[in-house]
């Protein structure tokens, strides 16, 4: 039988583009003030079973086994999720009476898929903000991961936002049985039209609903011209969640955020009690493979994990409040405008080549302080003690000779189709000090 090779690979160009997200990601981390971590690959199986906070579809496709030769000789799991990751490792060494964190990571996660053609390790570049119930946080996670998108070139993509807890709330109002708000939760999840209306057939007020769940905006009015719809007591815990709604999209509208608002947007995690988004590379969602970003706000998730994995705490003197996101690397990478922005660097024009052609210790460093800084200019510039053949030379965009005892500066420029040593000059100086 032919060999099949793994879907789960990251080829040479699909790594650089992985590095040009991670770039940006992080970049934006920094700017925002959040602090790198990396949880296990290998988590208790109770921390994704014991709080709900995953579907039934989601915990279905977990790998997990039993930790034979382990310590404790307990079920784990390879994660599917970083976020209850993350509210562990909060728990576990972060935790004090209301601490505000900003956290970071970069992990993959583990699904179980239905076919070859479908992958089984996902890559993601998230963050969680821990500690703040205001808009602002919320506000300042859409806008970050928005931003990244803007900073890799990507011109066209789609903000779609929800807030899960309104909806269920609402179908709360509606009194229906649990097997058909069950149903209902699940056909909302499919964008399953004809289901959803069958079941709210059957239903006092369930057109508000189905109303909310067919129409989409694009500004804080829309979400304000709903309040009429919602009055009396029947709706009294629908109208908070609305209102804070409404709070986050004034200020996006602020921000000139292009967005449009979904009901229908509920995702497979439960955890989520506030907004919700997802970023498409599509105007409308065909299949996974169009999310290239998805988050939310979770202000339970926390609270109940501190009880469960601290052993000492009996009771939280409030909520422990969080929002964040997660890119969905793969899909990003594989994106026609990624491809095409690594493309471009990866031109032969662009490829540098730095002969070390006399090999003492200050020479290589006089190489890699020209290979460091050139990188950072988007040039490809490596390293080689090896001769360059000059029939070679046309396969590079610059091939500098370095020798600090032979030439004044340090270098010399053997070819050149792009830039040459005046600019090296102006850009550097002289190469005597990193």
């Known amino acids: 039988m032919k060999h099949k090779s793994s879907k789960n690979d990251l080829t040479i160009d699909e790594i650089l583009r992985v590095r040009k997200l991670e770039r940006a990601f992080l970049s934006r981390c920094r700017h925002f003030g959040y602090d790198e971590i990396r949880t296990a690959a290998i988590e208790p199986l109770y921390i994704f079973t014991a709080l709900g906070a995953l579907s039934d579809t989601k915990l279905r496709r977990m790998y997990s086994f039993i930790d034979w030769d382990g310590w404790s000789g307990e079920r784990v799991a390879l994660k599917p999720d970083s976020t209850t990751c993350v509210a562990r490792f909060y728990g576990d060494h972060l935790y004090t009476e209301n601490a505000r964190q900003k956290l970071c990571y970069v992990e993959n996660h583990f699904e179980w898929a239905d076919s070859w053609d479908e992958l089984s390790e996902r890559w993601q570049f998230g963050v969680e903000n821990i500690g703040s119930t205001k808009s602002e946080s919320d506000i300042e996670i859409i806008y970050m991961a928005y931003d990244v998108f803007q900073e890799i070139g990507f011109k066209d993509t789609y ?27 699940a056909a909302i999840r499919k964008n399953d039209a004809d289901q959803v209306g069958e079941i709210l057939d059957k239903v006092q007020d369930g057109e508000k609903l189905q109303t909310l769940l067919s129409l989409k905006g694009k500004s804080s ?191 010399q420029i053997l070819f050149s189709q792009k830039i040459g040593k005046p600019l090296l000059m102006n850009l550097f100086g002289e190469f005597n000090e990193r």
């Open 159 to 185: 903000l779609y936002i929800s807030y899960p807890a309104l909806i269920k709330e609402l179908i709360a109002a509606l009194s229906l049985w649990r097997t058909d708000r069950d149903d209902l939760i």
């Open 221 to 411: 009015n829309y979400l304000k011209n709903m309040r009429s719809t919602l009055e009396g007591p029947k709706y009294e815990n629908v109208r908070p969640a609305l209102e804070n709604f409404i709070s986050v999209c004034e200020l996006l509208d602020r921000l000139e955020c292009p967005y449009e608002i979904d009901f229908s947007l509920l995702g497979d995690l439960e955890y989520y009690t506030g907004i919700q988004f997802q970023i498409l590379s599509t105007p409308a969602r065909k299949s996974k493979k169009d999310i290239l970003c998805a988050g939310g706000r979770y202000d339970n998730l926390i609270g109940s994990m501190l009880k469960l994995v601290t052993e000492d705490l009996q009771e939280l003197s409030e909520p422990v409040p969080a929002v964040g996101f997660a890119l969905y690397v793969r899909n990003i990478i594989r994106h026609r405008t990624l491809i095409e922005h690594t493309t471009a660097l990866t031109d032969k024009r662009q490829n540098i080549c730095i002969y070390i052609s006399n090999v003492t210790k200050y020479n290589v460093n006089t190489g890699q302080i020209l290979s460091d800084k050139l990188s950072r200019m988007g040039f490809v510039a490596k390293i080689t003690f090896s001769p360059v053949e000059q029939e070679k030379y046309e396969g590079f965009g610059l091939v500098i000779e370095v020798d600090n005892e032979r030439f004044n500066h340090g270098y």
